[in-house]
């Protein structure tokens, strides 16, 4: 009991910690940039912005967003316990009870489905659910077992913009081909994204068992080939809303720019097959994408 009480007093539990270990739980800043995606799919999709639809989308995605989050960090909570990337996480630190942490992912998880169901349509509420069903209970389990993982986890990666396009349609909601356009980009986006990721983080990854990166000798040439192929496939894809007349030339130059520098980024990593390249093609992604899609909210 006297342990416990100093322990108490050592790293007592207040208003900012608690909501510290709720930003970690949720992955605050991950949530962000994937609705950030949702919020441009609406924008390119409306003929005229809602703002008031637009704040309800960026809060019903950004629930459902942490929720999957959440629900992550609960099945992984004791592999987290294996990563230094991880390890200092509410769960493994027990800062959070599972059950705490299950009741904060359901709560968030059904109020952001019904706010996309009610206020957007159901078929956004579906793509909601749909995109929270797969990153849980197909992709999370996956990453032990086979670098498929990351090809199954790019379909709920990708439904963001696809949602967000979908909620600027009537009824019970339409999914058109400007909108599997915008599933297409951020689909093929997230392999060199997670590939460069998990090159970085590949001996931290390993602790947990988890296997990310396309080959099977991980670090090697044939991961760094195909992170390379993909990228340059990246490309035409990426200018399919100009080739499509979803926007015009200056994104098209906006665009190609974009592409011709993350590929450079692709090559160095194939050439080199370092750390510190693929450290690079990692913040690459993270410029690449909103810079793709607001240079194609702009043109249009």
């Known amino acids: 009991m ?98 705490e942490a299950f009741a904060l992912a359901s709560l968030m998880g059904g109020a952001g489905i019904v706010i996309l169901w009610v206020f957007m349509n159901p078929l956004s509420g579906v793509l909601g659910m749909l995109a929270l069903l797969l990153y849980t209970v197909v992709y999370t389990p996956l990453k032990q077992v086979t670098p498929f993982a990351v090809f199954v986890g790019a379909f709920p990666g990708a439904i963001p913009p696809l949602l967000g396009y979908v909620a600027t349609t009537s009824g019970f909601g339409e999914i058109t081909f400007q909108a599997w356009i915008l599933f297409a980009v951020q689909f093929m986006w997230q392999f060199p994204h997670f590939w460069a990721i998990a090159w970085v983080l590949d001996e931290d990854y390993k602790k947990a068992g988890f296997r990310m990166l396309p080959s099977l000798g991980g670090r090697d040439k044939s991961s760094a080939f195909q992170v390379l192929v993909y990228t340059l496939f990246l490309l035409p894809i990426s200018l399919f809303p100009v080739l499509f007349g979803m926007s015009g030339i200056i994104s098209a130059v906006i665009i190609a720019i974009c592409g011709a520098f993350f590929t450079y980024q692709a090559y160095t990593l194939y050439k080199e097959c370092t750390v510190e390249a693929a450290r690079k093609l990692m913040f690459g992604s993270f410029i690449y994408l909103p810079v793709v899609q607001l240079a194609v909210m702009i043109g249009k």
């Open 2 to 99: 006297l342990v416990e009480n100093i322990n108490t007093v050592e790293n007592p539990i207040t208003v900012m910690s608690k909501i510290r270990d709720y930003a970690q739980f949720v992955k605050l800043r991950l949530a962000s940039l994937v609705v950030l995606s949702a919020a441009f799919g609406f924008v390119i999709g409306s003929q005229e912005v809602n703002v008031g639809k637009l704040l309800l989308l960026i809060l019903g995605g950004f629930l459902v967003t942490c929720s999957s989050n959440g629900f992550n960090q609960i099945i992984e909570r004791n592999l987290d316990k294996l990563m230094e990337r991880t390890k200092n996480r509410p769960l493994p630190q027990e800062r959070m009870s599972v059950n």
